[in-house]
């Protein structure tokens, strides 16, 4: 069989004196951005089921907040000579100070986001927006912004749920939003190593469209999939609903080119080394707070010619959590694996109609494969470790379903917040011996911080990721809103954080820190850990004009001197 490698320049390499940037092997097909106040681009609808159980679960008096005609914007504050320099690298027609561009570019998705934008306050919006075409032009931007002290927030797909894209000046004077949508492409494909190199700006669903014509995919898919791009996975660590099967986005990264505004790096050239510490990993989970990630080399694989799916039931959460646990570290590999708690399982089972599938825990799993029978087989090994902890087989009924769905869940707080109820999520991630502790942990913080503001809340938890040595916990929780959303979840969130790293916990196995999380950070990477990374953003970001607020705060510049 005869193979062939498709490939232009590296991804790493500039192109010789005055000569153009390579063509791209595919330039996807354009995506919609969603909408400036919502999740989606489509107002969302609750099911009839929905609606029984918020008037049966949260009885009491809610305060609805509706969403917005139109908002209004904070004044451009990016004077006319410096949009003239942008303009001078990007073009007109790729620089804006109009509302029409800033408005999709207020921030993230989190619910505290999306009630903000349903409020009558004028919205935190970017000076302007700038969007580059390519790498090059991505590094002239910084360092003109650098030279004239203008913030620079990275934006991909906007769906970040901590805080991570807000358009936070800091110090300076103005900041922009550098949008990444035009660097959507595909750059390089080597199919004899099965890596594909793509322009940061390309989303999950133009990454498959463009893979997916050549036989392979990617195999990440984040709740966010629809809107997301790959160098917010990378930016972020994103984990990813199949991370059983093909791993966690930094597992995928083969190699990196990133623009700081003190240089270029080009990061990654062989399947491993031992060239002292991998710098890739600076980057990875870095939120544009060192530099920009423009374009992303990851590995991808033939497209699975088959998948089974099983669902099983659990006695409870823990019989459940250890199946998960030794299934896991015997090395059995599902796809998709999937377990709900107690209250999860009897909310979806109502939300679905299943109203007499109320008790036990239910878990749901893919198997993906080149044939039906090695995906069977997977199955079935997985089918004998449930059964010896107690599990009832459920069929394949749960998990297609699951799968058709998965990734509606986020636009239903639209909805919900529509009727006067809060819906939000987070997450953290722990060993199999300290799980339980945590889970109950988490719980009890959040049940007891928004019962104290007169509502009882509904809290849901689910294990998605798993591992030899633990698992991910991935809370929603759901509560009736009271006439001051933004304090009732901001103290949730912090009850919930402090049980988080006081049960030895992460603060985020897969949402990244952005803001939101940033005051926890030190607790689980200590003090020498946070001036690591005010050290590395000193050198790569001397002037602190990359996304000022996230990840970490620069030292002032008295101390640096």
């Known amino acids: 069989m005869c193979h062939t490698v498709a490939m232009v320049a590296p991804a790493h390499t500039d192109p010789p004196g005055d000569a153009a940037p390579p063509r791209p092997l595919a330039v996807p097909t354009p995506r919609p951005r969603s909408s ?32 917005r005609a139109a908002p209004r914007l904070t004044p451009s504050l990016l004077p006319d000579a410096d949009f003239d320099a942008l303009a001078g690298i990007l073009g007109d027609a790729h620089l804006t100070r109009t509302d029409e561009g800033r408005v999709l570019h207020l921030g993230g998705k989190s619910t505290p986001d999306l009630l903000r934008r349903r409020l009558d306050d004028p919205q935190a919006a970017p000076d302007a927006v700038a969007s580059p075409a390519d790498h090059d032009e991505v590094g002239a931007v910084l360092r003109l912004c650098a030279a004239r002290g203008i913030a620079v927030v990275p934006f991909g797909g906007g769906t970040s749920v901590v805080g991570g894209v807000d358009p936070d000046r800091g110090a300076h004077h103005a900041v922009i939003a550098l ?37 392979l995919t990617l195999g990440h898919f984040p709740q966010s999939f629809a809107y997301a791009s790959l160098g917010g996975y990378a930016a972020t660590r994103s984990s990813g609903q199949a991370s059983r099967g093909y791993g966690r986005f930094d597992d995928l990264v083969h ?85 709900s708690d107690e209250t999860e399982t009897r909310v979806n089972a109502a ?128 509560a009736a809103l009271t006439d001051d959303p933004q304090t009732q979840w901001r103290r949730a969130k912090d009850a919930a954080s402090h049980a988080i790293t006081d049960a030895h916990g992460t603060i985020t196995h897969h949402h990244a820190v952005g803001r939101d999380h940033r005051p926890y950070l030190e607790a689980e990477i200590g003090t020498l850990g946070v001036e690591v990374l005010r050290a590395v953003k000193a050198v790569l970001d001397p002037t602190g004009i990359m996304n000022p607020g996230a990840l970490v705060v620069p030292p002032a510049p008295t101390e640096r001197a």
């Not at 080597?190 to 989303?203: I, K, N, P, R, Y």
């Open 351 to 478: 939300m679905g109609g299943h109203l007499t599938r109320l008790r036990g825990c239910l878990a749901v799993a893919t198997f993906e494969s080149a044939t039906a029978s090695e995906a069977e087989a997977a199955r079935d090994d997985l089918d004998r470790v449930f059964t010896a902890h107690g599990a009832t087989s459920r069929g394949e009924d749960p998990a297609r379903s699951w799968e058709r769905g998965r990734f509606a869940s986020p636009a239903l707080r639209d909805a919900l917040m529509d009727t006067g109820v809060l819906a939000e999520t987070l997450e953290t991630a722990t060993t199999w011996a300290n799980l339980p502790a945590l889970k109950r942990a988490v719980t009890t913080a959040l049940t007891e911080s928004l019962a104290a503001t007169g509502t009882k809340p509904i809290v849901l938890c689910h294990i998605s990721h798993v591992y030899p040595a633990g698992a991910s916990l991935y809370f929603t929780v759901v």
């Open 36 to 67: 400036w106040d919502s999740w989606g681009t489509e107002p969302a609808r609750l099911p009839p089921a929905a609606k029984a159980i918020v008037a049966t679960l949260l009885p009491g008096k809610a305060h609805p907040v509706r969403r």
């Open 179 to 215: 949008d990444l949508t035009r660097t959507a492409a595909l750059l390089a494909l080597d199919e004899v190593s099965l890596l594909a190199t793509f322009g940061a700006g390309t989303t999950g669903p133009q990454a498959e469209e463009m893979l997916g014509a050549r036989g």
């Open 255 to 339: 190699a990196l080119r990133v623009a700081t505004p003190a240089g270029d790096l080009a990061l990654g050239r062989s399947p491993a080394s031992a060239a002292g510490p991998d710098l890739r990993q600076l980057f990875l989970g870095s939120e544009g707070a060192f530099g920009v990630l423009t374009e992303v080399t990851v590995r991808v694989r033939p497209v699975p010619a088959a998948t089974a799916y099983r669902a099983w039931s659990f006695p409870d959460f823990m019989s459940g959590a250890a199946a998960f646990r030794e299934a896991t570290q015997r090395g059995i590999r599902p796809t998709v694996l999937r377990l």
